[in-house]
């Protein structure tokens, strides 16, 4: 299947930083990526939709200044937390689709645990 | 309203035997796809299964079987011969095809014990 790449695997920041997450397509292009947030033993939930080229569609409740979302090229998306604090920290994980190529299934990055400290 | 619905938190099941994890779903929508993953501890989401809401067979997938039964809006995931390095959370998730998110259950931590 086709490979998504989530960097880094884990951080930690101090309350205040700004903290980037890259997510990258490796062997396909992709037009649109997924951020999901999730916290321990929860599921995971959708914070926004990264499309290439144009404006993130976040899902509601989820602060767009605070979380920075930038897809400037078909295998790169990234997502910024911007003034982090405690209650920020959680999993953080990309999906991918090989569209428009076909494909049922999402393919995930290996995800990012941070922690604000 | 909740999308999807998995109502067994935690699951223990012996190893080498089968284990249903439920999973009913809720949309009006005629094309849609039903998905299954799998979250160890390590957080990766591994996909397992997926079915369209066209496909009349149920889909399978080594020792994983979706049990799809459209009538009631259920994708019950079959693991058989369960094996120690199935302990995991695992999720249910729902495609629109109006729309290309997921929306995810709540999980079922499914504990296998030698």
């Known amino acids: 299947g086709a490979v998504v790449s989530q960097h880094p695997s884990w951080v930690i920041c101090k309350s205040g930083t700004s903290v980037k997450i890259e997510c990258r397509s490796l062997?396909?292009?992709?037009?649109?990526m997924f951020w999901y947030r999730q916290f321990p033993k929860q599921s995971l939930m959708l914070m926004a939709t990264s499309n290439e080229g144009s404006k993130a569609t976040y899902e509601q409740g989820v602060e767009k200044d605070k979380f920075l979302i930038n897809h400037a090229s078909l295998t790169l998306s990234t997502l910024t937390v911007t003034s982090a604090h405690p209650e920020d920290s959680s999993f953080y994980i990309c999906?991918?689709?090989?569209?428009?190529?076909?494909?049922?299934?999402?393919?995930f990055g290996q995800g990012t645990r941070l922690t604000v400290v | 309203a909740q999308k999807i619905t998995q109502t067994q938190p935690g699951m223990f099941v012996q190893e080498k035997e089968a284990v249903t994890l439920d999973c009913t779903y809720d949309?009006?929508?005629?094309?849609?796809?039903l998905f299954w993953y799998k979250q160890p501890s390590s957080g990766e989401m591994i996909f397992l299964i997926y079915?369209?809401?066209?496909?009349?067979q149920n889909a399978t997938e080594g020792r994983y079987s979706l049990n799809f039964q459209k009538a009631r809006k259920s994708a019950n995931l079959v693991i058989s011969a369960s094996q120690l390095g199935d302990s995991a959370m695992y999720f249910c998730?729902?495609?629109?095809?109006?729309?290309?998110?997921?929306?995810f259950g709540a999980g079922t931590t499914v504990t296998v014990r030698a």
């Open positions: 079915q369209g809401s066209y496909d009349e």
């Open positions: 998730a729902m495609r629109e095809d109006n729309d290309y998110k997921l929306s």
């Open positions: 062997d396909f292009q992709a037009t649109t």
């Open positions: 949309t009006s929508d005629q094309s849609y796809g």
């Open positions: 999906s991918a689709r090989d569209h428009p190529a076909g494909g049922t299934e999402a393919f």
